[in-house]
């Protein structure tokens, strides 16, 4: 690696072990910064592991937050710099986006691109790293290569954990060694309640701690009509069309619980969003 290097910490325990090794690899001469994008839904422990990678192991990132130009209906504005303590914790930089453009779903995925890429890159450009000058890691391990874009040259993209043969089960036991950890079973992982998680997590949480979806259900009665287009009317969060009603009361009825057995043994995380290509 030459010139600058992005490092996107996105709060998991893979991306924590990635941006750990990568500080340890990199040479003299290459301007390294690590940035972790708050959407203001991430869980508090996820929170805590940030600033406990930082406090231990210097990583000095940069925390943001997406703040949306009000006339320009949410697609351009700035980045917001905040800290542990001013980082927000209910949802408001995720409101804004939606706000402006509507419930993310399957079918209309904005929110990592409005809440994590663009408020990284206007803080960049701002800055002066300017695009194509810059490589970016990302946290994708070697047993998830299905994961890695297939336009990751062309865009500067680098996987470290890839290219160091890094599974899941070396993350977890390299944590184990580490006299802190992620204190959160892995259907806990950030954002809490995300839409891209499978039924069994997200039917699970709402069994475990249904007060988890105050939020999405708020934004469900506030802005079901919002964004641009006429389709998928009332918008909802959910795969099948299922708002966070039909999750609830899904999570009244029998089912089979999604069990974290490596937070069991470690407890610790592995989910993460990744900011997107």
């Known amino acids: 690696m030459t010139g600058k290097l992005l490092i996107s910490f996105s709060g998991g325990r893979t991306s924590g072990y990635m941006t750990r090794h990568l500080l340890q690899e990199v040479s003299n001469g290459i301007e390294v910064k690590v940035v972790f994008a708050n959407t203001g839904q991430e869980h508090e422990e996820t929170l805590k592991f940030v600033k406990a990678c930082d406090d231990r192991f210097n990583f000095k990132t940069v925390w943001l937050e997406a703040l949306p130009d009000e006339n320009k209906g949410g697609r351009n504005g700035t980045a917001n710099v905040v800290c542990f303590d001013s980082a927000s914790r209910d949802g408001a930089p995720f409101e804004r986006a939606i706000s402006k453009r509507g419930i993310p779903n399957v079918s209309f995925p904005h929110c990592s691109e409005e809440l994590k890429k663009r408020p990284i890159d206007r803080w960049l450009r701002s800055i002066g790293w300017t695009a194509g000058s810059y490589e970016t890691a990302i946290g994708i391990r070697a047993d998830e290569i299905d994961r890695m874009s297939p336009s990751a040259r062309e865009r500067k993209v680098v996987y470290p954990l890839v290219r160091w043969g890094v599974k899941k089960a070396d993350v977890l036991a390299w944590w184990r060694q580490q006299d802190f950890d992620l204190a959160l079973p892995e259907h806990y992982g950030n954002c809490v309640w995300c839409w891209k998680k499978s039924l069994r997590k997200l039917t699970t949480l709402a069994a475990e701690n249904p007060g988890i979806f105050d939020f999405p259900l708020r934004m469900e009665q506030l802005y079901a009509e919002h964004g641009p ?11 099948g069309k299922r708002s966070v009603s039909d999750l609830l009361k899904l999570a009244g009825e029998p089912f089979d619980p999604f069990v974290d057995k490596a937070y069991e043994e ?12």
């Open 266 to 277: 470690s407890n610790g995380c592995s989910e993460s969003c990744e900011v997107p290509l």
């Open 229 to 239: 287009g006429d389709l998928d009317r009332p918008r909802r969060f959910f795969r």
